[in-house]
C-alpha cells in the first residue's frame, strides 16, 4: 500500500509538472498495466489522470495576483 501511494504521488506530480502523457507516466512510475494505474489514482485522489490535469491546467496561477 506505501509503495502504491509513493509511486501515485510520484506521477501525480509528473502529471502536473511534465508534458508526458498518462501512459508514458504510469510506466515511469512503475505500473506495468495503465488501467490498474487509473483505476488506483481515481481511488485515492477521487478523480482520473487525466481529469486532474485538466484540472490543474485551468486553475489560475496562485503567483500571478
Avoid: M, W
Wanted: glycine share 4%; net charge positive; proline share 3%.
Amino acid at each position: 500500500a506505501y509503495l502504491n501511494r509513493h509511486r501515485l504521488a510520484r506521477a501525480r506530480y509528473a502529471l502536473a509538472t511534465s508534458e508526458l502523457n498518462v501512459t508514458e507516466i504510469a510506466l515511469d512510475c512503475g505500473f506495468n498495466d495503465v488501467s490498474h494505474f487509473i483505476r488506483c489514482f481515481r481511488l485515492l485522489y477521487g478523480t482520473t489522470p487525466k481529469q486532474f490535469r485538466r484540472e490543474i491546467s485551468t486553475r489560475p496561477n496562485r503567483k500571478e495576483k
